[in-house]
T-cell receptor
């Protein structure tokens, strides 16, 4: 079983749509949780951290459910520029600070 | 601007040759750097943790004699793919933590194609 699992998609949505991505992780001791965005053959860029209390950044809302080991990302009012691969990322429960475990990524294609 | 510089951005080489990839922290010192590999449509997989002044720590399944890592200074880590083969063709990317919260910064990645 993969440590971080995501639906690879692709998700094809029209501009203005709301889209949700899900992610599950296997290590209950995982410490930190993030969503990254990666454009084709580019470095991943931090989109937002994810907290149990939930957090929002503009059109983006992230949620963490530790009991279910489940992370979500909601994008409202999708823009063409949101087209990318969204990576669910966790850090291990112990060991190296900065060591990240990436999900496969979910591809989003926003169409006009 | 970029805080982690990675070179080259892409490289094409013949099978059997060695390729060196550099990762530099530009305005901070990085005692630790991380090297990842990403095959098409797959996730980034951690290959190894580069430690300044000591041996790198390799993840399970990564051949340390094939992927040589050197972290001789606080701002530079290098990954050398020795005797490259077509199956080594991949996107290689480094990262380094910076600041008290050790936020991770990524290099721009290197696309390696082995013919």
């Amino acid at each position: 079983r993969k440590e971080v699992e995501q639906d690879p998609g692709p998700f094809n949505v029209p501009e203005g749509a709301t889209v949700a991505f899900n992610c599950t992780y296997s290590n209950s001791a995982s410490q930190s949780f993030f969503w990254y965005r990666q454009d084709c053959r580019k470095e991943p860029k931090l989109l937002m951290s994810v907290y149990s209390s939930g957090n929002e950044d503009g059109r983006f809302t992230a949620q963490l459910n530790r009991a279910s080991q489940y992370i979500s990302l909601l994008i409202r009012d999708s823009k063409l520029s949101d087209s990318a691969t969204y990576l669910c990322v966790v850090t291990p429960g112990s060991g190296n600070t900065g060591k990240l475990i990436f999900g496969q990524g979910t591809t989003l294609q926003v169409k006009p | 601007g970029a805080v982690v510089s990675q070179h080259p951005s892409w490289v094409i080489c013949k099978s059997g040759t060695s390729v060196k990839i550099e990762c530099r922290s530009l305005d901070f010192q990085a005692t630790t750097m991380f090297w990842y590999r990403q095959f098409p449509k797959q996730s980034l997989m951690l290959m190894a943790t580069s430690n300044e002044g000591s041996k790198a720590t390799y993840e399970q399944g990564v051949e340390k004699d094939k992927f040589l890592i050197n972290h001789a200074s606080l701002t530079l880590s290098t990954l050398t793919v020795t005797s490259a083969h077509p199956e080594d063709s991949s996107f290689y990317i480094c990262s380094a933590p910076r600041g008290t919260n050790e936020k991770l910064f990524f290099g721009s990645g290197t696309q390696l194609s082995v013919l």
